[in-house]
């Protein structure tokens, strides 16, 4: 099987920043995309930033110029950088992975992390 561990999250005023570090282990074989989304109370998970396997990169909007996400593929993790942090980022924080493994025939299949929770005090 695989799992994704996230850790990083936490508790910052406005203006700060945190770091968020979310490592693939397991049998795999390869990873594609990596990603981050977050879900706030009472509304729907949304995509964060998203990286490719060659580090072609995509943002939210509302996050472009303070986040940076990147990756290293020798260690299978996946980053994100968060500066210039608002209290409307808070939410918990997953990590997302397409993952190719021995159990699914080689087929790409979509892991979760557990989530981890940033609340960014005004």
């Known amino acids: 099987q695989v799992q994704l561990e996230e850790s990083g999250g936490g508790l910052v005023q406005a203006g700060g920043s945190l770091r968020l570090s979310c490592a693939a282990s397991g049998s795999i074989i390869i990873i594609n995309d990596m990603g981050w989304y977050r879900q706030a109370p009472g509304k729907q998970r949304e995509l964060v930033a998203a990286?490719?396997?060659?580090?072609?990169?995509n943002y939210a909007d509302s996050v472009k110029g303070r986040f940076t996400v990147s990756r290293d593929n020798a260690k299978n993790t996946v980053y994100l950088q968060m500066n210039s942090l608002k209290p409307e980022d808070t939410a918990v924080y997953y990590c997302n992975a397409a993952v190719a493994a021995p159990h699914t025939m080689g087929l790409m299949k979509n892991y979760w992390g557990q989530g981890t929770q940033v609340t960014v005090s005004s």
């Open positions: 990286i490719t396997r060659g580090g072609s990169t």
